[in-house]
Nanobody, 117 residues
Framework: QQQLVESGGGLVQAGGSLRLSCRHTGSTFSLGVSGWYRQAPGKPREWVGT???????NYVNSVTGRFTISRDVDKNTVYLQMDNLKAEDTAVYYC???????????WGQGTQVTVSS
């Protein structure tokens, strides 16, 4: 049973914006460190950014200033706001969540983001 549900991907023109969501469906889950990754065709999976338990964030240089990760602890949901999208941002985006104790690790099913130039 898939416990992370991603949504929000799609096709957008360069310069546009998209917002991805990732929600943990477990009733007893407590949100810990979370992150986003992406994988473009023919390339390895790449780390995009992380949000810590105190909501501090860090990002790969290529998205800094354009992407923002946030979270809603009450909803066990993490978001990836992507602005000023570029063709090179085209990839399947995956969310990753750890529980609050950092013991269990979860992955989303992936959502396609396509940026047309």
């Amino acid at each position: 049973q898939q416990q992370l549900v991603e949504s929000g991907g799609g096709l957008v023109q360069a310069g546009g914006s998209l917002r991805l969501s990732c929600r943990h469906t477990g009733s007893t889950f407590s949100l810990g460190v979370s992150g986003w990754y992406r994988q473009a065709p023919g390339k390895p999976r790449e780390w995009v950014g992380t949000i810590m338990k105190d909501s501090r964030t860090n990002y790969v240089n290529s998205v800094t200033g354009r992407f923002t990760i946030s979270r809603d602890v009450d909803k066990n949901t993490v978001y990836l706001q992507m602005d000023n999208l570029k063709a090179e941002d085209t990839a399947v985006y995956y969310c990753n969540m750890r529980d609050y104790g950092g013991i269990r690790d979860y992955w989303g099913q992936g959502t396609q983001v396509t940026v047309s130039s």
